[in-house]
């Protein structure tokens, strides 16, 4: 049996706490009832490789941190729900998180929905495509 890779993809704005990326992560996971134990790791841009909570997070949840390049960033928002100027502007995405989620969970990968905003956090959660 195939196992199916969940990824939730993290945008923010700069400064950001840990207790905020993990609320936007639980948020979204709640809005598609999934349990944090299905997650397998979280996904963000180049541009946020340095933003710390995002990583602490990943550490508090023994979960991977998947820092995905500017071009699988441009390519995985094609299939963006979302549309942001800002995102497009800074990572040539136009949703950071459901285009770092996607390329993170691979080709034939889809968005559960759009991207959720919470305080400072966008999360949007991706599952790997059927094809293994």
């Not at 946020?48 to 441009?74: N, S």
């Not at 968005?111 to 991706?126: K, N, Y």
């Amino acid at each position: 049996m195939d196992k199916t890779m969940i990824v939730a993809g993290i945008g923010s704005r700069k400064g950001v706490s840990r207790e905020q990326v993990l609320g936007a992560i639980n948020t979204a996971l709640g809005v598609h009832d999934l349990d944090i134990a299905r997650l397998d790791a979280l996904a963000t841009g180049k541009l946020k490789q340095h933003e710390d909570a995002i990583f602490q997070a990943g550490r508090q949840l023994r979960r991977a941190i998947i820092i995905v390049g500017d071009a699988e960033l441009a390519e995985a928002g094609k299939r963006a729900r979302t549309h942001s100027e800002l995102s497009l502007e800074a990572t040539g995405a136009p949703s950071l998180s459901e285009a770092a989620a996607l390329a993170a969970a691979g080709p034939g990968s889809r968005l559960l929905g759009p991207r959720i905003v919470r305080e400072a956090v966008t999360c949007a959660i991706a599952i790997s495509g059927d094809k293994a």
